[in-house]
C-alpha cells in the first residue's frame, strides 16, 4: 500500500540535543509538509517542500530546519531542542498545493525532551 | 484568511446515539472544508471535505457533513456512534489555491457503552 511513514515514533532528546525525525512516502508526491502537534491543540504548520522548494511558514522559529534529499524523504532537523518543543511531529504529503490535492499524514512521531 | 471553531472541546455519547460536532468557518474566499479523524498516538485521516457542489457530503465510516453557508457551518454527523469512533476531530478550512489548512482546535469524542 502506498503510504506515508515516519520514524521513529517515539524520540527522546535532551535539553539541547540535536535531533533529526525522518518522513518517506511511497505516493510519488511533489509536495511534503512537517506540522508541530502539541498536546490537545490543532496540527501547525511549519513549512513544506514543492519538490526541492522550501517554503517556511513566517512564524515557524530559526531552530527547525528540514531536508529533502529526494522525492522520497524529506527530515525535519530541531538544532537545539527545548521543552517547549515536545511534541507529536505528523509529516504529510500531496499530489499538489490546491486545496483539490488531499494531504496525506504519516502516523507521527512523538517527542520527549527530557 | 480562514479561521474555523470547534464548539465543544469534548462530547460524549451513548452507543448507537447521534453523533454531532460543530464547526463554523471564516473564510474570506470561497472555503474548501475538511474533517480530519485522529486516533490516539496516530496521524490525522481525512474523513471528508467540501470543495464545491451538493452541500451535503458523505465521508468514510458514515459520516457526513453539511456545507451551510447562511451559517457559515460544516457540522459532522453520524446518526448511529460505534465505539471505535472514540477519537479526536478536526475541522479544516482553506481556499482554493491555498495549500495551508487552518485546523480547529479539535473536538474528543468518547463512546459510552
Known amino acids: 500500500d502506498a503510504m506515508v511513514i515516519q520514524n521513529p515514533r517515539y524520540q527522546v532528546t535532551q535539553f539541547g540535543k540535536p535531533v533529526t525525525l525522518s518522513c518517506s512516502q511511497t505516493l510519488n508526491h511533489n509536495v511534503m509538509y512537517w506540522y508541530q502537534q502539541k498536546s490537545s491543540q490543532a496540527p501547525k504548520l511549519l513549512f513544506h517542500y514543492y519538490d526541492k522548494d522550501f517554503n517556511n511558514e513566517a512564524d515557524t522559529p530559526d531552530n527547525f530546519q528540514s531536508r529533502r534529499p529526494n522525492t522520497s524523504f524529506c527530515f525535519l532537523d530541531i538544532r537545539s531542542p527545548g521543552l517547549g518543543d515536545a511534541a507529536m511531529y505528523l509529516c504529510?504529503?500531496?499530489?499538489?498545493?490546491?486545496?483539490?490535492?488531499?494531504?496525506?499524514f504519516g502516523p507521527g512521531t512523538r517527542l520527549t525532551v527530557l | 484568511a480562514q479561521s474555523v471553531t470547534q464548539l465543544g472541546s469534548h462530547v460524549s455519547v451513548s452507543e448507537g446515539a447521534l453523533v454531532l460536532l460543530r464547526c463554523n468557518y471564516s473564510?474570506?474566499?470561497?472555503?474548501?472544508l475538511f474533517w480530519y479523524v485522529q486516533y490516539p498516538n496516530q496521524g490525522l485521516q481525512l474523513l471528508l471535505k467540501y470543495t464545491t457542489g451538493a452541500t451535503l457530503v458523505k465521508g468514510i465510516n458514515g459520516f457526513e457533513a453539511e456545507f451551510k453557508k447562511s451559517e457559515t457551518s460544516f457540522h459532522l454527523t453520524k446518526p448511529s456512534a460505534h465505539m471505535s469512533d472514540a477519537a479526536e476531530y478536526f475541522c479544516a478550512v482553506s481556499g482554493f489555491n491555498d495549500y495551508k489548512l487552518s485546523f480547529g482546535a479539535g473536538t474528543t469524542v468518547t463512546v459510552r457503552a
Open positions: 473564510s474570506s474566499v470561497p472555503p474548501y
Open positions: 504529510a504529503t500531496s499530489s499538489g498545493t490546491s486545496a483539490n490535492n488531499e494531504q496525506f
